[in-house]
């Protein structure tokens, strides 16, 4: 079953409490503090695997939680840290919180902390200075990040296919690439979005053909648009129009309206558009679906097919080709130019000056949410 949307709740794990402890030796009877520091909570961590194709498996699995780490103790033992949690998403999985993207896997073998461990308190060795040499105190453990994300599927291909339903999308794909869609001649046959790769002068391409839309799409009709997710990524949208519709002109303006209601990123893309299931229809009516289309938008490069003849096929999986090339040559330019500009930052380790900050609070008797424990024994917490 293809699922393309969940809801999860994560749980990094919450760090250890530091340890209050004093060394305790035969002939030492001052050993001073040795209070080892808490453990770190481990991470919650995703990783894009080709392996896999849903979000199915989180409808059953919702909430996701990582391993606390364990305290400190004596001798300046620090704790365990928690074992993070590893977990396996499809390739093109988005981690969502509160609408924010927290993560976007685009490759096999691609990792990404979706919630960081909290760190583990500091051991009252710590704690120790010229004027305190028998310190009480010790910092509780940090707690997790917890939230409930929303993730998302999007396929990964670098051609979308578009159109309203029964423009013979599957019938496209299933010609020129390995995919093997249903194929029927009633609308709405493809319910979910198929991969297809398509061979063209030794090149190869990806295809991913999604539910048919209709007019109205955005506002929920038909299948509503909630399959556009997956064309998003693509590098071109194919925009096939079926050349017996009676005014291929209209048909084309309405998917266009569809696509920019749902995104005006998405109706930027490259596009070709293509007169469908041509074999046999004269050429004075290629012509006028041709201009129809030519009137709605005259920049747009109209070309004919006929799947089920083979005509016309290559040629547009040629023009595919090199919209595709330049898209990826564009971007690999604009990664140079901003790994050049980027500057290395040079920062005070965190932990470090949580830890001054605390020891000052302490020496100025500023401490917030103290826990005793015993009669002297104290805690500080974070907050």
């Known amino acids: 079953m293809f699922v393309d949307t969940a809801k999860v709740y994560i749980k990094a794990g919450k760090g250890g409490n530091g340890a209050i402890s004093f060394r305790h030796e035969i002939y030492i009877p001052k050993g001073g503090p040795d209070g080892g520091d808490g453990g770190k909570g481990g991470d919650v961590v995703f990783v894009a695997s080709k392996d896999s194709d849903t979000l199915i498996d989180f409808r059953f699995q919702p909430k996701l939680i990582a391993e606390d780490g364990k305290a400190g103790s004596g001798q300046k033992s620090s704790g365990k840290s928690g074992k993070d949690l590893e977990v396996k998403v499809p390739i093109g999985t988005v981690v969502k919180r509160d609408g924010e993207i927290v993560a976007d896997l685009t490759y096999d073998g691609q990792r990404a902390i979706v919630a960081h461990g909290g760190d583990g308190g500091y051991g009252n060795w710590h704690f120790r200075s010229s004027t305190r040499q028998t310190p009480r105190i010790a910092e509780l453990g940090n707690p997790g990040e917890t939230y409930d994300a929303e993730l998302e599927l999007k396929l990964l291909a670098d051609v979308g296919l578009i159109g ?220």
């Open 164 to 383: 309203f339903p029964n423009a013979g999308k599957s019938t496209f794909l299933s010609v020129v690439s390995n995919a093997t869609p249903e194929i029927a001649d009633y609308p709405f046959t493809t319910i979910t979005p198929n991969l297809g790769v398509a061979r063209v002068d030794d090149k190869s391409i990806l295809i991913a053909d999604i539910p048919g839309l209709i007019e109205g799409a955005s506002d929920g009709k038909g299948l509503g648009d909630r399959f556009l997710r997956h064309v998003e990524r693509t590098k071109v949208l194919l925009h096939l129009v079926d050349v017996y519709n009676d005014d291929a002109g209209k048909a084309y303006a309405d998917i266009r309206k569809e696509l920019e209601k749902y995104s005006a990123d998405l109706a930027s893309h490259p596009e070709i558009v293509a007169l469908t299931k041509t074999e046999g229809v004269d050429t004075e009516i290629i012509e006028m679906q041709t201009a129809a289309i030519l009137q709605q938008n005259p920049n747009a490069l109209v070309m004919t097919i006929s799947s089920s003849a083979h005509q016309g096929l290559t040629e547009v999986l040629r023009e595919l080709r090199q919209i595709i090339d330049a898209q990826k040559a564009e971007e690999q330019s604009e990664a140079v130019e901003e790994e050049a500009e980027a500057l290395p930052v040079i920062t005070l380790e965190e932990k470090e000056a949580k830890h001054r900050a605390h020891h000052d609070k302490y020496q100025l008797g500023e401490r917030n949410a103290i826990l005793a424990l015993g009669e002297d024994a104290e805690y500080f917490d974070e907050d």
